[in-house]
């Protein structure tokens, strides 16, 4: 039991979640072998669901190469069905109580709705410009910031200002990460006297 109903188990809703389950998938050999037997797989699915027998599968791993090298692990095709099953039935219950910015497995959201989100902050916000066939940011018109300093252009170097603002807002809580941007963004010479300065620093603190 979860909210005020239990999971609807009956024939027809499992029978939705195959049809859901199935949309836009590309052919397998499992899929194919699944769909052979279809009434049969999903009449033995209602029975183990209703019956309390069902046990999940184990998963088939295997490596993709496209962008880069990944592993990926990915449950039998009666297994997805419970999947899209327990999905569609959570959903109802958590949905709403997302903020609205989660793109991930919701209706109306998804990858390309985040990514032109995204995109649109960084143009608003940012004032960055990606480039249209490869996403390398173009330009940074207002710079970027972390922890109120600004970084511009990215990899360039701290300027004096922004050298002042470093010291004048260290503290205990912040010394690491101030640390760990001053050793990516300033210049040698620089960077041994913030060391300096950050031990002189954490020793009268």
């Known amino acids: 039991m979860m909210g005020s109903e239990s999971i609807d188990l009956r024939l027809e809703n499992i029978w939705g979640s195959w049809l859901a389950f199935r949309k836009g998938k590309h052919p397998s050999a499992e899929l194919h072998e699944f769909q052979y037997h279809l009434e049969k797989n999903i009449f033995t699915l209602f029975n183990d669901l209703n019956q309390g027998t069902y046990r999940h599968g184990a998963y088939r791993t295997f490596v993709v190469c496209d962008n880069k090298r990944r592993e990926v692990s990915v449950a039998s095709v009666r297994d997805r069905v419970v999947h ?23 209706m109306g959201k998804g990858l390309l709705g985040a990514i032109q989100r995204a995109q649109s902050f960084l143009k608003k ?5 990606l480039h249209a066939k490869n996403d390398l940011v173009l330009k940074a018109k207002d710079g970027l910031r972390f922890l109120r300093v600004v970084l511009y252009p990215p990899g360039g170097k701290l300027n004096n200002r922004n050298r002042k603002r470093v010291l004048e807002r260290l503290n205990v809580r912040n010394a690491g990460s101030y640390s760990g941007m001053v050793k990516q963004f300033e210049e040698k ?4 006297r913030f060391q300096w300065e950050l031990f002189d620093f954490l020793s009268f603190s």
Do not use: P
């Open 125 to 129: 916000h940012l004032k960055l410009d």
């Open 189 to 192: 010479k620089y960077l041994k």
């Open 84 to 106: 899209r099953l327990m999905y569609d039935y959570l959903n109802e219950i958590y949905d709403h109580t997302f903020i609205y910015d989660v793109w991930s497995c919701r």
